[in-house]
């Protein structure tokens, strides 16, 4: 083993994965995270020999992503808007189409910049949305909420690293907020059980249930939001939601007949998919 080099060995370790029918790259991912290498160090060290110790560790994870184990939470961090989160199995990983609406909700608001707005994060996790929002936009006063206790600690934790003031609430969805909100910003569980079959292996065997699935065919907490957001939500207030790529016409719906004086506006992610609701 020890005359093998780093190419030579993730080489095999790709290969073998997806003669199991797994994503090769996966190792690579792992492998270049925990070395803390940009793809320029993996150039100019691939033919170097790769020490027991990184071989042993290799092994390991090769077997855990054999077993549809997410390279996140092996890692146990995962990039967000450009900065590094705590994940485990207590959180969903957080994904790119939830950048995109942390994105949209900064591009729509850049006019109260500097205002002490309220702002409510539902479901928040790893407390990635209610901490980039609040390090991009210091002067707004952030909430989050989460059903999980576990979740929250995790969410607690990442705030602390980051040095996000966020003030987090134990309870379901807008129950546990006593104040008015400006922004209401969600990417809370919309999946139907209905829509297991269609999900990654990873997905169902090792992320949080409690914050993928809804009844109602995945709409109930949609349906909740909007109930509870018609007394706390400010004249002026803006709603973002993530939401399933076949659910904007019954999201829209839902809203609507709650805020029937608010204009509802859709929006596709990089990938062409509707992800995206905007109450305004």
């Known amino acids: 083993m020890s005359k093998q080099t780093y190419q030579e060995v993730l080489n095999w370790a790709s290969s073998f994965l997806e003669n199991h029918g797994k994503e090769g790259y996966a190792i690579f991912y792992v492998f270049l995270a925990r070395k803390k290498w940009t793809k320029t160090d993996w150039l100019s060290h691939m033919k170097d020999k790769i020490t027991q110790k990184e071989y042993d560790q290799l092994q390991i994870d090769l077997e855990q992503l054999l077993n549809d184990y997410p390279p996140q939470y092996l890692l146990g961090y995962e990039e967000f808007y450009g900065r590094s989160f ?73 705030s602390d690293l980051l040095e996000a003031k966020v003030e987090f609430y134990l309870g379901n969805t807008l129950e546990p907020i006593k104040h008015s909100i400006d922004i209401l910003i969600a990417n809370p569980p919309y999946i139907s059980q209905d829509e297991w079959s269609l999900m990654d292996t990873s997905v169902q065997r090792y992320e949080p249930s409690i914050a993928l699935f809804a009844e109602n065919e995945g ?57 995206m609701l905007l109450v305004h």
């Not at 109260?112 to 790893?126: C, F, I, R, Y």
């Not at 029937?260 to 992800?275: A, M, V």
């Open 86 to 158: 705590k994940v485990n199995s207590n959180t969903l990983i957080p994904r790119p189409e939830t950048e995109e609406l942390v994105e949209w909700c900064l591009q729509n608001t850049v006019k109260q910049k500097e205002e002490a707005l309220q702002v409510v994060d539902v479901g928040t996790g790893t407390g990635a949305i209610a901490a980039t929002l609040k390090l991009e936009r210091p002067a707004w006063q952030i909430s989050a909420v989460d059903i999980s206790k576990n979740a929250l600690e995790v969410a607690q934790v990442n």
């Open 219 to 275: 709409l109930a907490v949609y349906q909740k939001i909007a109930e509870q957001a018609q007394e706390k939500l400010t004249k002026k207030g803006k709603i973002f939601l993530e939401i399933g790529f076949n659910q904007g016409g019954k999201v829209e719906e839902i809203f609507q007949r709650s805020f029937p004086q608010k204009t509802i506006q859709r929006k596709k992610d990089l990938s062409g998919n509707e992800r």
